[in-house]
């Protein structure tokens, strides 16, 4: 296993294949994976964060790799351009056809720029998902899961997703025991529920010059999410017709005025399972989710986990 740094690489990225591979181990405790870490060169690659890693080889690692992880990278002609240099090129174009690749985060940049991800699903940091999908529109971006697997093509989400990716891996190559036992080496759930739609922030929009805006209505729904919402209750709180009030309202948000009052009560009942010991029929009722079975539906198709999975991932079980 081969694993790429290109500067400047995201330390805790390079970092998570190299610890975890080389964590897993059979029965006899001989290691199961043969980990190299490799650069375009042996000189120091500068990391994001103010230190260097200085790979053990260079890029003839990859000619003979099974598998070649690409951690995050913040590599210029990937990330900006959707390219490559011709060193980072003749590299990857070593790799043996039908070795699995992999990409942590920002990694998939690189696999995309050398064509790898064309016509593939695959998923990338949510925060630069928009720019990955300007530069390649052939890719079959979703970046709400925490990773993908298409068969001989991995990639995952940012940064710890990685951790859940290898562990996949692992599993997939050995078996769960294996892939357990490293989990608990590193002191890490085995198995993360849900994906990144439960990571994502996304702020309210402000007001917008030069015309009346839907942003106080907006605010004055967050602090009444409990109460029944209409679209004509919205309107007349903002003062416009129900026809101006969602025109304006998805001109601002993106969202209609139902889709944007349900995602906000899904938000409030996350907080509540975070900081409270409630029930989840109370916390359904505080959102304004109406009921239990209501807000295990929300929870189930927006982020793929249950009331009960959720409080135990971010309160701690």
């Known amino acids: 296993m081969a694993v790429l740094l290109l500067d400047q690489v995201v330390g805790f990225d390079a970092g998570i294949a190299p610890l975890l591979f080389g964590a897993a181990s059979g029965p006899d405790g001989a290691p199961l994976y043969d980990v190299v870490v490799c650069g375009l060169s042996r000189e120091p690659v500068a990391t994001t964060h103010g230190y ?4 053990g080889a260079g890029p003839e690692a990859l000619a003979s790799a099974d598998t070649v992880v690409v951690p995050g990278t913040r590599y ?19 790799i043996r056809p039908g070795t699995r690749m992999v990409s942590i985060c920002t ?4 696999l995309a720029a050398a064509g790898v991800l064309d016509g593939r699903s695959a998923t990338t940091h949510w925060r630069w998902a928009d720019d990955l999908r300007a530069l390649h529109p052939g890719v079959r971006l979703d970046e709400t899961v925490l990773f993908v697997d298409d068969g001989d093509v991995l990639t995952s989400a940012g940064l710890a997703a990685g951790i859940d990716l290898c562990l996949h891996i692992i599993r997939a190559d050995h078996g769960a025991s294996v892939a357990n036992e490293v989990a608990r080496y590193c002191v890490v759930p085995p198995w993360r529920e849900g994906g990144q739609a439960q990571f994502i922030d996304r702020q309210i929009p402000g007001e917008q010059g030069g015309y009346a805006s839907t942003a106080a209505t907006r605010q004055w729904a967050l602090d009444h999410l409990d109460e029944p919402l209409s679209i004509e209750q919205l309107a007349r709180h903002a003062r416009m017709s129900a026809r101006t009030f969602c025109r304006r309202f998805r001109e601002e948000t993106g969202q209609s005025p139902g889709g944007w009052v349900r995602s906000r009560r899904v938000e409030l009942a996350r907080e509540l399972l975070e900081t409270h010991d409630l029930p989840v029929d109370e916390v359904a009722r505080r959102a304004g989710l109406g009921s239990g079975a209501n807000l295990r539906h929300h929870l189930r198709r927006g982020l793929g986990m249950s009331p009960s999975s959720y409080r135990k991932v971010f309160q701690g079980s």
């Open 76 to 94: 210029r002609p990937a990330r900006m351009d959707g390219v490559l240099e011709p060193d980072a090129a003749a590299a990857l174009a070593s």
């Open 52 to 55: 260097a890693i200085v790979p």
């Open 107 to 110: 990694g998939a940049f690189v």
